[in-house]
């Protein structure tokens, strides 16, 4: 069975916070939930929708979660950073690169990819040098 995660930044403490996902209908605002089998402990934290990302079920080389809003580098690719995001179109995750589109499953293999930061954190790993 495939892990269905998502992270956020909590709008509290600015931190990372993992889970699932609460969207109230009609509202502008999510919640992650903590994984917890013990209901006493359950606890929602309020987080920055633009912040919010799933996990794509993919490890790095060094075995870290892969999210979408990941910053990864490729090893096989000459200009190796790119962003991980959502294609609805295509109903999957996508590699992005200043308009270069590469489908992240059955493309690149977990071995050669490394995370190096993500968009809310580093942005300035996307940037082009000048």
Do not use: C
């Not at 892990?3 to 999510?30: D, Q």
């Not at 080389?61 to 991980?84: A, M, S, W, Y």
């Amino acid at each position: 069975m495939r892990e269905i995660l998502f992270r956020g930044k909590s709008i509290i403490t600015n931190e990372w916070v993992y889970g699932g996902i609460i969207a109230p209908y009609g509202e502008e605002k999510y919640y992650i939930i903590n994984n917890t089998s013990d209901l006493s402990e359950l606890d929602a934290d309020p987080v920055n929708p633009e912040t919010v990302g799933q996990y794509t079920g993919i490890t790095d080389r060094n075995g870290t979660k892969i999210f979408e809003g990941d910053i990864i580098q490729v090893d096989e690719i000459e200009d190796p950073t790119f962003l991980v995001a959502w294609n609805n179109d295509d109903a999957g995750f996508e590699l992005v690169d200043d308009g270069f589109y590469l489908p992240l499953f059955g493309t690149i293999s977990g071995q050669n990819i490394k995370v190096i930061g993500n968009i809310h954190d580093n942005p300035e790993l996307l940037e082009v040098p000048e």
